[in-house]
């Protein structure tokens, strides 16, 4: 009831969801991987470590851009095509409304890193 039939079938599709679903049976991280139901698998060893690597280049990003782009693939799940590319439009037309924005085009045509303010 709280809607991981319908989460997987999207991002696994149809068959395989239906296997998983009507037998029950689990998949280890290298199926999960392969299916893309995660990003990535880490050796348990590095785990924590390249996890907060990952997270550290995250949170380097312009929090307010970073939020929308994070809405906008969202609602890719919510969207037709259609929808979604006029929502990200919109998204990308806000984003002028930021320092950041700014800041991240001259860093780009400067070619260097760029120094977000969140703004």
Sequence with gaps: GAGGTQ???RAIGKSKAMELVLTGDRINA???LTAGLVARVFPKATLVADTL???ERIAAQSKPVAAMAKEAVNKA???TLTEGCHFE???FHASFATADRKEGMSAFAEKRKANFTDQ
Excluded: D, P
Aim: proline residues 0%; aromatic residues 6%.
């Design 30 to 32: 290298q199926e999960a």
């Design 77 to 79: 799940f919510e969207m």
């Design 53 to 55: 690597a990952i997270a």
């Design 7 to 9: 989460r997987l079938t």
């Design 89 to 91: 439009k919109r998204m």
